[in-house]
């Protein structure tokens, strides 16, 4: 589950990163802005995902429901006007959401059952 979540996590940083650089619709707001907006807040988990930490784990599953919302939002309003692009974003963006919950909930919960009791007790979990 561990590559899954972080195969998962690094292709929904990827389609951000595509989607605001070349994909998106031309807004009055710079694309720099947008860029940074939605990918820096993923950006902040990664150091604790490569530490294998359960706490990272579950503050990148907090975040990543923020971009479920909005693939959700996306890929509706998308729908409802009639542009695929923006409707396949939403949908990628959806699915790559929901398969880093899943692992990501797999692998906190594996790593909390793997620690012992007497560690348990130290750390005050």
């Known amino acids: 589950m561990k590559y899954l979540a972080h195969w998962s996590y690094g ?5 951000i ?7 998106a619709s031309a ?5 720099g802005f947008w860029l940074a ?17 359960a706490d990272a784990y579950v503050l990148a599953t907090l975040l990543v429901l923020i971009y479920f919302c909005e693939g959700v939002a ?8 009639g ?3 923006a ?17 990501a909930s797999f692998r906190a919960r594996f790593i909390r059952r793997s ?7 130290e750390t005050g979990w």
Not at 115 to 121: D, G, H, I, L
């Open 11 to 15: 292709s929904l940083l990827a389609l």
């Open 17 to 23: 990163v595509y989607w605001e650089i070349w994909g």
């Open 27 to 31: 807004t009055p707001v710079s694309r």
């Open 37 to 53: 907006l939605k990918a820096l807040p993923l950006l902040a988990a990664v150091h604790g995902l490569r530490r294998d930490s």
């Open 74 to 81: 996306t890929a509706y309003s998308a729908g409802v006007s």
């Open 83 to 85: 542009t695929w692009p």
């Open 87 to 103: 409707c396949a974003y939403g949908a990628v963006e959806i699915v790559l959401s929901l398969v880093f919950i899943g692992a």
């Open 115 to 121: 620690v012992t009791p007497r560690a348990r007790a």
